[in-house]
């Protein structure tokens, strides 16, 4: 399957985006390069940070691809600087 169109991938995230924060534990959605153990590929895919994987819902944590877009899912919190 070829890597989705960088357009694309925002579009999907933008549908998406409400959904996902409106979950318990997750901080923050974005658009980037998929991670392959904990290295960037060239793969654009809508990365979902949860404050904690262990606390953080069983559907985000499923998250593989939505619409046909990769899905990573990342143990991250933001804090205002």
Known sequence: MPNPKLEEVIAIQKRWEK???????VTGVDVGYR???GQPTDV???RVYVSSKVSAPREILALKEVEGTPVDVIERSFEPQ
């Open 35 to 37: 991670l392959v153990a």
């Open 19 to 25: 959904t996902w924060l409106a979950q318990p534990g």
């Open 44 to 46: 654009p895919a809508i």
